[in-house]
């Protein structure tokens, strides 16, 4: 093993993996909320809101996250009259692909959160006079984040992994800066860098999580 | 006047009658012990006073206001204010798990009666000292035994100072040595005069702690009366039927 050629390597990959992490928080925080925007929409009673809702999740989760990014990057400029304002730079694109793609996931996730908590909880809720948000910010969606805090886990360490799909949009991150050094120095040791860069993140993210879970446990 | 009064209730659910024209009243200081086989609406009927279900007909007067009338509910700002002269306690509790024996207690008084937090916290104190429960303040309910939750949950009722308290089979889901702690301190809030619907299977309650006992079987009422009167001496053969099964 060569110390100094991996060192070497060290600042381009960590260079990537600012942008990896960058992409990762926008795409938490933005998904996040959108999600349990989607999974109210799931459980309107306004109908249309409903199908609206059903048919995002349907296309979203049912297409491949790397087919919505080229949409949205090569694709959408071409379409016709609105597609000139629909000219994205790189990773602008990408974020917009992973936010509302994650998005599809977590409302699916809440949507599960809701289905385990009782109807008592509303009823208790109702009789001692709660209104309707008072019911669901105090009541529900604690409860909601704590039995989907596991499954929120999982898919953010999916999401860290998908990053590396920007290489395909061309946004320079941690993959791309490893195949290049691999194939300009005829040596995969990048590739093992790279790796050991994910494991970490991921390691981390777990870390937080299963503290955040600890927390709310009762 | 009575302070709670019902005539023709009628609701379904689908095509099942749940409740056939029912007619009642309760006074103040009344403790109303509901008694009946399983599927006889009595449950539905307690739900109905504080409109946890909609009725398809009939009228229910809470104070001589109308939460319905001729089965036609007034707008909703009113039947809240109807409905918050009445606490309610369930069977399976539905103490709030995520939050504290303090929280589930001080939150609901924060956020519906906009009571300080001091006074909340004061008040908390004196009902859960009350149900015996003043050592637990900082557990959460997972922690507790059915019998310490349902004390809570009572006290937690309370804490709106309601008029009337409903109880829909509060002991059902308890252990057998669970159900005395918790009736002995339905019993201390009968002494108190507290107005009282309850709905149970606890034979000994009617008989001992009611003022009035309703027998319902198919959804309506096929006897009321005394304790003494529906003991010792029912009428109609369904409540014979009934009480020998159930005191056997």
Known sequence: ?218 | MSLIEVKGLKKNFGKLQVLKNVDFEVNQGDVVAVIGSSGSGKSTMLRCLIHLETVDGGTILVDGQPLVKDGKYPENSKIKKITSNMGMVFQQFNLFPHMTVKDNLIMPAQSVQKMTKDAALNRAKMLLQKVGMGEKLEEHPNNLSGGQQQRVAIARALMMNPQIMLFDEPTSALDPELTGEVLATMKQLASEHMTMVVVTHEMSFARDVATKVIFMDDGVILEEGSPEEIFSNPKNQRTRDFLKTVLR
């Open chain 1, 1 to 218: 093993m060569d110390f100094s050629y991996i060192s070497n390597l060290m600042p381009t990959l960590l260079e990537g993996a600012v942008t990896t992490t960058g992409l990762f928080l926008i795409v938490i925080l933005c998904s996040l909320p959108l999600g349990f925007l989607i999974t109210l929409m799931l459980r309107s009673k306004i109908a249309p809101l409903r199908w609206i809702a059903n048919v995002y999740v349907y296309i979203l989760r049912g297409t491949p996250l790397l087919l919505q990014l080229f949409f949205i990057y090569f694709g959408l400029p071409y379409l016709p009259v609105i597609g000139k304002y629909l000219v994205f730079e790189s990773f602008t694109a990408a974020v917009i692909g992973f936010v509302i793609n994650y998005a599809a996931y977590f409302a699916e996730i809440y949507r599960g959160g809701l289905i385990a908590i009782p109807k008592g909880q509303y009823e208790a809720a109702k009789v001692l006079g709660l209104n309707k948000f008072q019911t669901m910010t105090r009541i529900i969606v604690p409860q909601m984040v704590r039995v989907a805090l596991p499954s929120i886990t999982n898919e953010s360490v999916t999401l860290v992994k998908d990053t590396s799909l920007l290489y395909a949009v061309a946004v320079p991150e941690i993959l791309h800066y490893a195949k290049a050094a691999v194939i300009s120095s005829a040596n995969p040791t990048a590739f093992a860098v790279a790796a050991v860069i994910y494991l970490v993140m991921n390691t981390l993210l777990t870390l937080l999580f299963k503290k955040l879970e600890k927390k709310m446990e009762y």
